[in-house]
């Protein structure tokens, strides 16, 4: 069911780390589009991403495939994707049908917390978290 080109285009999502004005989390289209459309995503960004979507109160896939990754950053961040990844393709079709149909419930949560955010301010700008002291 789920095939290599699925995995590298439609699960797996970059998303630069933004330097300018000191934000250090800012969500690109590449985060609102998976999520928008409700597809699950791994994500190639800057180390603990996954744990400020949660913070923002956005569910992740951590139950579904390891997401240990989040506490890594360049070179070992995707070695640790590209393993996740290959599991993935590498189940059973059976198995790849079961972490997909889990999936959407997290995604449904997902868009919903998004159209939540976006309607109460008509920007995705809440999204967009400022470099703190504690580097998260």
């Known amino acids: 069911i789920l095939n290599r080109i699925y995995v590298e285009r439609e699960l797996f999502k970059t998303d630069e780390k933004h330097e300018r004005h000191k934000i250090s989390f800012f969500p690109t289209e590449n985060t609102v589009r998976p999520l928008m459309a409700r597809k699950p995503m791994m994500v190639y960004g800057p180390r603990y991403y996954l744990a400020r979507l949660r913070g923002l109160g956005f569910q992740t896939w951590h139950s579904l495939w390891d997401e240990s990754y989040d506490l890594q950053e360049g070179p070992a961040r995707w070695h640790m994707i590209k393993k ?6 590498a ?6 049908q079961d972490i997909l ?12 917390k998004l159209v939540e955010l976006i309607s109460k301010t008509r ?7 400022q470099n703190d002291s504690q580097g998260i």
């Open 91 to 96: 189940a059973g079709s059976q198995r790849q």
């Open 84 to 89: 996740s990844m290959n599991e993935l393709i």
């Open 101 to 112: 149909w889990q999936a959407q419930a997290i995604c449904e949560h997902n868009r919903r």
């Open 123 to 129: 920007t995705i700008e809440p999204l967009m978290i």
